[in-house]
T-cell receptor
């Protein structure tokens, strides 16, 4: 199994600012993903973080709002740009290995005032 | 597109069995998963089943898959108060590497 850590675990931010969330995996993994979980809701995929190339975004999510980096096989960042209160959510990083299991980080709880 | 549905809430007494149900629409699903989310925490992978299996047992957990009806269930034997959490069903198909999640079932275990 993969152990995933995220930083920060939570943050309170002002409208209009940006926050970068870091995701670190303890082993090399093929796939890394970013999900959003709005209050009381299920998980929605934001994008697939591709190592060495641009992320693949889901419908309704764009690179300008959620830029993603993945410089190597164990690390990725998600930036939430120009935040508004509607961006208040838990942001979760996940990583997939060759057995098709996916593990999740503890999440970053973001509150935008 | 894919759709995964779950009932929103289940309440059981401590020591009883819990059965959480999930239905999905994608006939090309390859893996189906159960995750547990405790308050304020991330998702913990509980178990998963490959689509060519119909049952998987892991200690107190039993997963049943009816591929014909596209129905998945998670049975927790001897449910404890520590099992109180939200349980998410998720599926993965051959054309998509990410998971599609259900809405989650909140399990409340009463002492």
């Amino acid at each position: 199994s993969a152990v995933i850590s995220q930083k920060p675990s939570r943050d309170i931010c002002q409208r209009g600012t940006s926050l970068t969330i870091q995701c670190q995996v303890d082993s090399q993994v093929t796939m890394m993903f970013w999900y959003r979980q709005q209050p009381g809701q299920s998980l929605t995929l934001i994008a697939t973080a591709n190592q060495g190339s641009e992320a693949t975004y889901e419908s309704g999510f764009v690179i300008d709002k959620f830029p993603i980096s993945r410089p190597n096989l164990t690390f990725s960042t998600l930036t939430v740009s120009n935040m508004s209160p509607e961006d208040s959510s838990i942001y979760l990083c996940s990583a997939g290995d060759s057995t098709d299991t996916q593990y999740f980080g503890p999440g970053t709880r973001l509150t935008v005032l | 597109g894919e759709d995964v549905e779950q009932s929103l809430f289940l309440s059981v007494r401590e020591g009883d069995s819990s059965v959480i149900n999930c239905t999905y629409t994608d006939s090309s699903s390859t893996y189906l998963y159960w995750y547990k989310q405790e308050p304020g925490a991330g998702l913990q992978l509980l178990t998963y089943i490959f689509s060519n299996m119909d049952m998987k047992q892991d200690q107190r957990l039993t997963v049943l898959l009816n591929k014909k009806d596209k129905h998945l269930s998670l049975r927790i034997a001897d449910t404890q108060t520590g099992d109180s959490a939200i349980y998410f069903c998720a599926e993965k198909n051959t054309g998509r590497r990410a998971l599609t999640f259900g809405s989650g079932t909140r399990l409340q275990v009463q002492p």
